[in-house]
């Protein structure tokens, strides 16, 4: 009889442990995945957009001074009435690699989900559970201050059908960054080329492979945005890798200047934050885009 | 005669005095030019063995220190004269706030100068990783006031 009860208390101390285990190994997956998820938010844009209050993250109210007028980011925390509390993670997908509300309205392209649409869904479901793992933030969202016709948003159905023919980034056609990591973080999840990417009519993108720059559109948005193909000379090809680095950590460049206004804050509120070897990917891939 | 020969000279003085403002402008614009160059210069030299391009860490603590002496040793009013301005020359990427606002300026410096002196005490230290913690610092001040005092490069 003796012998059965020890078996027992064996095999219930045997359950235990692989219980412990399995609950460890999901925890550690939790872990990873929030961790993974709250890069991305900072690599993405997320916090520094929807951010104006550091104590309220991704509570929105920033503002992006734009010659159509000022645009304020919407509350993306997860409060239910000011937030995104009562979205799905459908409702985000659509939201993040469309552009289009869960009411169904469109969303200006400030917001670059043009670039979002080759993310991976996992990605962007890591960035909905590091939100969510966060407090709700109750801030009242503010409207756009834009200019006519700029305010009318229904004319965005026609801006994104104009869009879609002009532009070379078809959004049905998702691009496979499969073992291109640089690429990746360059082109969807930093999407730098949401400024450094010429525009051309309607303020429309039409390579997303061009980083060459764009030039100032109005003397009193003093707007010029730099080139950063591979050119020696009006691009950083004469930059090294840990230069590009190391300017993506602390706004450095190698002449011992520093990064411009838009610049220093994308820095601080994103690039800083991604892993030294993602920053490297991203310096190689910078180093190979050439010239147009 | 005479007084046509008074108002030439009158004439003639006026245009001088107005040259030699000018130069003094340009040449003031020049000079401050350098001390920003020397300070980048100082902060190349650190970041380039901060970055692994270089090993010759010894130097970071000696570049460290200039950039602080550099600094602190800026005399606004000197450095920065009222005739000095975007109004006064096509020459200087300097905004009219420095003069307009000049307490924030003058904040602004003192700033970067405190910084600075957290550089130092890091190189002292010798961490490579709170060196490049306190040089981002440092950069994040001389950025913000470039950023308010500066136009902005094309």
């Given at each position: 009889?003796?012998?059965?009860?020890i078996?027992?208390?064996?095999?219930?101390i045997?359950?235990?442990?692989?219980?412990l285990f399995?609950?460890?190994i999901?925890?550690?997956?939790?872990?990873?995945?929030?961790?993974?998820?709250?890069?991305?938010s900072?690599?993405?844009?997320?916090?520094?957009?929807?951010?104006?209050?550091p104590?309220?993250?991704?509570?929105?109210?920033?503002?992006?001074?734009?010659?159509?007028?000022?645009?304020?980011?919407?509350?993306?925390s997860?409060?239910?009435l000011?937030?995104?509390g009562?979205?799905?993670?459908a409702?985000?997908?659509?939201a993040v690699?469309k552009?289009?509300?869960?009411?169904?309205?469109?969303?200006?392209p400030?917001?670059p989900?043009n670039?979002?649409?080759?993310?991976t869904?996992?990605?962007?479901?890591d960035?909905?559970?590091?939100?969510?793992s966060l407090?709700?933030?109750?801030k009242?969202?503010?409207?756009h201050?834009?200019r006519?016709?700029?305010?009318?948003r229904?004319l965005?159905?026609?801006?994104?059908f104009?869009?879609?023919?002009?532009?070379?980034?078809?959004?049905?056609i998702?691009?496979?960054?499969?073992?291109?990591?640089?690429?990746?973080?360059?082109?969807?999840i930093?999407?730098?080329?949401?400024?450094?990417?010429?525009?051309?009519?309607?303020?429309?993108?039409?390579?997303y492979?061009?980083?060459?720059?764009?030039k100032?559109?109005?003397k009193?948005?003093?707007?010029?945005?730099?080139?950063?193909?591979?050119?020696?000379?009006?691009?950083?090809?004469?930059?090294s890798?840990?230069?590009i680095?190391?300017?993506l950590?602390t706004?450095i460049?190698?002449?011992?200047?520093?990064a411009?206004?838009d610049?220093?804050?994308?820095?601080e509120?994103?690039?800083?934050?991604?892993r030294?070897?993602?920053?490297?990917?991203?310096?190689?891939?910078?180093l190979?885009?050439?010239?147009? | 005669?005479i007084?046509?020969?008074?108002?030439?000279?009158?004439?003639l003085?006026?245009?001088?005095d107005?040259?030699?403002?000018a130069?003094n402008?340009?040449d003031?614009?020049?000079y401050?030019?350098n001390i920003?160059?020397?300070?980048?210069?100082h902060?190349?030299v650190?970041a380039?063995?901060?970055?692994?391009k270089?090993?010759?860490n010894?130097d970071?603590?000696?570049?460290?220190?200039s950039?602080l002496?550099?600094?602190?040793?800026?005399n606004?009013?000197?450095?920065?004269?009222?005739?000095?301005?975007?109004?006064?020359?096509?020459?200087?990427?300097?905004?009219?706030?420095?003069w307009s606002?000049?307490?924030?300026?003058?904040n602004?410096?003192?700033?970067?100068v405190k910084?600075?002196?957290?550089?130092?005490?890091a190189?002292?230290?010798?961490?490579?990783?709170n060196?490049?913690?306190?040089l981002?610092?440092?950069?994040?001040?001389?950025?913000?006031?470039?950023?308010?005092?500066?136009?902005?490069?094309?």
């Open positions: 009889m003796v012998p059965v009860i078996n027992l208390e064996k095999r219930k045997k359950k235990t442990i692989i219980l399995i609950f460890i999901l925890n550690r997956n939790d872990a990873f995945s929030n961790e993974n998820g709250k890069i991305l900072f690599a993405a844009g997320c916090h520094g957009c929807h951010t104006s209050n104590n309220q993250p991704f509570g929105g109210g920033y503002k992006i001074k734009t010659k159509f007028g000022f645009f304020n980011s919407p509350n993306i997860k409060d239910k000011n937030g995104i009562n979205w799905s993670k409702e985000f997908l659509k690699t552009g289009i509300s869960p009411d169904n309205k469109p969303y200006y400030a917001f989900y670039w979002y649409a080759d993310m869904e996992s990605d962007i479901l960035i909905y559970e590091y939100i969510y407090p709700a933030i109750s009242e969202e503010t409207n201050n834009l006519f016709p700029y305010n009318i229904e965005l159905w026609l801006w994104r104009v869009d879609r023919i002009v532009s070379n980034k078809k959004n049905d998702k691009n496979n960054y499969k073992n291109k990591r640089g690429e990746y973080l360059v082109n969807s930093s999407h730098c080329g949401a400024c450094h990417s010429p525009r051309t009519f309607l303020y429309i993108v039409k390579d492979n061009d980083l060459t720059g764009r100032q559109t109005s009193l948005l003093n707007d010029a945005v730099p080139n950063i193909s591979n050119d020696n000379i009006n691009g950083i090809g004469s930059w890798k840990s230069d680095v190391f300017f950590q706004g460049k190698p002449n011992g200047d520093f411009e206004k610049m220093s804050l994308i820095i509120n994103g690039t800083q934050y991604l030294n070897n993602d920053l490297y990917k991203i310096a190689g891939y910078l190979k885009i050439k010239d147009k | 005669m007084k046509v020969f008074f108002v030439l000279t009158l004439l003085s006026s245009f001088a107005q040259l030699a403002y130069e402008t340009e003031v614009i020049k401050r030019k920003m160059k020397a300070i980048g210069s902060i190349s650190i380039a063995n901060l970055k692994g270089v090993s010759i010894e970071i603590l000696p570049h460290s220190k950039i002496l550099t600094l602190s040793s800026i606004i009013s000197k450095t920065f004269p009222e005739n000095s301005g975007p109004n006064h020359s096509s020459k200087t990427k300097s905004l009219e706030n420095i606002e000049k307490e924030l300026f003058s602004a410096m003192k700033d970067s910084k600075a002196e957290s550089l130092v005490i190189a002292e230290a010798g961490d490579k990783q060196i490049a913690k306190s981002g610092a440092l950069g994040k001040t001389c950025g913000s006031c470039h950023n308010k005092f500066r136009k902005k490069k094309n």
